[in-house]
């Protein structure tokens, strides 16, 4: 913030005044209690105003531009202009060329020294705009990441270290190294960004870093090559995982506390070409809805799940693509049922988020504890629910079918592609059809997209995208206003528009550093199938999964596909976003 007289004090005070931005007692008082010390500094302490009032009054006060850096998009190319330490020691950002000047934004306009130091720094005139150091240290730490642990990382260490490291000195990368201060940097970036996955790849001469965030990769940075054995042994000590070996893949897991949060890390590695490859999943504990109404279900969906678990036996099943937020959905339905009169038992690999109240169990094959094996003792501890994280065998599914015929609600997932994809695979894996026929309430089917910023603009649709909504959803939208209410109430999505050939209003989220692609956040597609008296038929009858999805949607089942077009006319998400995970589903 810029250095101000007393005169300049006033006249700033007197601005917020005239525009009714600080309450006049508290002005007074301020004024009254400071002894000659800086009065806004008093309100501000106070929360009277804030430091971004006082930073857009200054610039007004003294002439000179103001920019809310919040929803500025910077390219690279210009961020670079000016080194990283350069821009946090003096407060400022470059935003864009123009004229042959170099636009930047400073928190303290008045520090002439600063400025002529960039502008000789950088061998180019710059003009100068006002911002709140608030705006400034957000767009530095979204900008940049603060990787200057991860540039000590590589500075200090080269090939004979990190080689001396990995083989003989284990304390060097244990205790506070360069290397360990660089993982806690890439760590804590991946958590402020709320990624899933950390991937860690070796080229031939570099080591990618790259985030999944809301479903998407992104590659974060580049580190040379030298790093790479110090940075996979520090992961792989912390995993437990033996940091010799080097031919075949390991499994681990570990937990950190990082920004205040504890997120549990499951580490995969892996031998590639140019060496080895680690994948770090994310697991925030805290930073999950598991509420099945806030996820995206809705309607018949959401319906058909809630009667399904009010069943007190029988088996609910979801399926989907590795990611698509299988394990979130049944946690949150579990959530759903939870009380003290039921006893529910767990069955995962690993346990993803640990809950209170229910008994988790952890699978540990080389221990002898199987998803079968464990599956056979659970139903001895006298459970009421069962939910077992993964059907990946016939004798699994065997045992779940037993559990749901002998008086017990289960939960669990298999990887198919739609709902009615998970009755064949059963059948495959030698199910008998009358029992699978007697235990099934319902079948879900989802995928996740990402979720339009709140940040947007509206647009009306193309003619390819009306043809295209027309196609998917025209028989499921209003035909006219008289309709909209109940035909939205119906199908879950409020204010649907009437079904026309013109166009339809859509969201468009913008493009941020902050919002990559204009989009923040996931949210569920969903299709449910009620295995009722029909499709109980069918399901002996031997009938494919075309055969059951197309039976369920004449019975009001709502595809994936449609609950996807109808999330797009309510803004939740895009047509893009909905072809890009859900382009294979009819």
Not at 184 to 192: D, E, G, N, R
Not at 369 to 375: D, I, Q
Request: proline residues 4%.
């Amino acid at each position: 913030m810029a250095v101000l007289t007393k005169e300049a004090e006033t006249r700033i005070l007197d601005l917020l005044l005239a525009e009714g931005l600080v309450d006049p007692t508290l002005a007074n008082n301020a004024r009254n209690s400071t002894d000659g010390g800086p009065i806004l500094d008093k309100l501000i302490e106070e929360h009277a105003i804030t430091g971004d009032m006082v930073s857009h009054a200054t610039a007004l006060i003294i002439g000179v531009p103001y920019v809310e850096l919040k929803n500025i998009m910077i390219d690279q190319d210009i961020l670079v202009k000016i080194p990283y330490e350069t821009q946090a020691r003096f407060m400022v950002i470059p935003l864009g060329e123009k004229d042959g000047m170099l636009n930047i934004a400073m928190a303290d306009v008045t520090n002439v020294q600063a400025t002529d130091y960039i502008s000789n720094l950088i061998n180019q005139p710059v003009r100068v705009w006002m911002s709140s150091e608030r705006g400034i240290k957000e767009m530095l730490e979204k900008n940049h990441g603060d990787f200057t642990t991860v540039k000590e990382a590589v500075k200090d260490t080269n090939e004979e270290i990190a080689e001396k490291a990995v083989v003989a000195d284990v304390k060097t990368i244990v205790q506070d190294s360069p290397i360990s201060k660089a993982l806690t940097t890439i760590l804590s970036y991946a958590v402020k960004t709320k990624s899933s996955d950390i991937h860690i790849e070796p080229l031939e001469d570099s080591l990618i870093i790259r985030c999944r965030i809301d479903g998407v990769l992104r590659k974060i940075m580049d580190l040379p090559k030298v790093v790479a054995p110090a940075l996979v042994s520090r992961i792989k000590i912390l995993a437990n995982l033996k940091i010799d070996e080097h031919r075949i893949p390991q499994d681990g897991q570990f937990t950190v506390l990082v920004e205040d949060k504890e997120v549990d890390l499951r580490i995969a590695t892996s031998p590639v070409t140019w060496g080895e490859q680690v994948v770090i999943r994310l697991l925030d504990k805290k930073g999950v809805s598991m509420d099945i109404h806030k996820m995206g279900m809705a309607g018949h969906a959401l319906r058909d799940v809630l009667e399904g678990i009010k069943k007190p036996n029988g088996m609910i099943l979801t399926s989907g693509p590795t990611g698509s937020g299988k394990s979130t959905t049944l946690y949150a339905l579990i959530q759903e049922i939870k009380s003290e009169e039921i006893n529910i038992v767990t069955l995962e690999d690993p346990v993803e988020y640990k809950m209170d109240g229910i008994n988790q169990i952890q699978v540990n094959v080389d221990a002898g504890l199987t998803f079968a094996s464990g599956l056979r003792s659970i139903l001895r501890q006298d459970p009421d629910v069962v939910m077992v994280g993964e059907i990946r065998d016939s004798e699994t599914a065997q045992l779940a079918v037993q559990a749901a015929l002998t008086g017990h609600l289960v939960f669990s997932t298999l990887h198919t592609n739609s709902a009615a994809g998970i009755l064949p695979r059963l059948l495959d894996m030698g199910i008998e059809p009358f029992l699978l026929a007697s235990t099934l309430n319902v079948v879900i089917g989802q995928r996740l997209v990402r979720r339009v910023t709140e940040k947007r603009d509206l647009y009306k649709s193309s003619d390819i995208e009306t043809e295209s909504i027309n196609s998917i959803v025209g028989d499921l939208l209003p035909k006219t206003s008289g309709e909209v209410d109940s035909v939205s109430e119906d199908l879950g999505y409020p204010g649907l528009p009437v079904k026309n050939d013109d166009h339809y209003m859509l969201a468009k989220g913008r493009d941020t550093k902050e919002t990559p692609g204009g989009y923040t956040g996931r949210a569920g597609l969903y299709e449910t199938i009620v295995v009722d008296e029909d499709i109980q038929k069918m399901i002996v009858n031997h009938s494919t999964a075309a055969e059951i999805m197309r039976l369920a949607k004449d019975k009001g089942t709502i595809t994936m596909r449609q609950d996807g077009i109808l999330k797009v006319l309510a803004g939740i998400t895009s047509i893009e976003e909905v072809n890009r995970v859900a382009s294979d589903i009819s």
